[in-house]
């Protein structure tokens, strides 16, 4: 990891450190949930889709404890500057990567519901493409925090305009296919709930590549779009 800043305290110093370390822990354990709920949906497995269900109390316990070291920093060392902004990212993360998982429990819901009715013949592939494309998101977010790269956090968030656009796109498909044969509606419906939670899972990655930014140059990016986010924190301007 891209080391932050060194105080006089070791044992400060390695606090900050664990917590950031942990966050990463954390996030490899989300892309797991995801890789696991994709691969389940995708090939009706419906064993690998309640190992993903009954495993996201592990992801639960993860957030608790983190939560915990945390609170202990704040409470001990009364950080400041910096230092505050590390911890309140690392919060914030936290809470994005407990819903990440989530819904990636919700994609294993929904494999479990489209295991027993009649595949397709593409295999869901649609629900592949942007599965794989919304896991990159998060692997490289965490990348990103990992390295306190500001420009692969924007990257990552411009990524999002894209996964929304194959959301869009897998809705489209599936309102036609229950249009056409109103027998699939049942299944049509559970790829949608499944897209619905890729796309949000997106959502969450993006919110985590804003965290970087606060956290490396302490201002706030919610609601900003991101053409004003290159223009104030990295000085572009547009073409």
Known sequence: MEPIHTHISRQ???ELEDIRSRVLQMGGLVEQQISHAISALVDGNVVLADAVATGDYKVNQMEVAIDEECSQIIARRQPAAGDLRLV???????TDLERIGDEAEKIARMAV?????ER????YIEIQALGNHVR????DALDAFARLDIEAALRVAREDEQVDKEYEGVMRQMITFMMED???????LNVIWAARALERI???ACNICEYIIFLVKGKDVRHISLEQIEKEILGRTGK
């Open 12 to 14: 400060y110093n390695a």
């Open 136 to 139: 990159q998101m998060v692997h």
């Open 88 to 94: 309140v990212a690392v919060i914030k993360t936290i």
């Open 202 to 204: 997106g959502d969450h």
């Open 182 to 188: 109103p027998r699939t509606i049942s299944r049509m």
């Open 120 to 123: 397709p013949k593409n295999n």
């Open 113 to 117: 519901r489209l295991a027993a009715e």
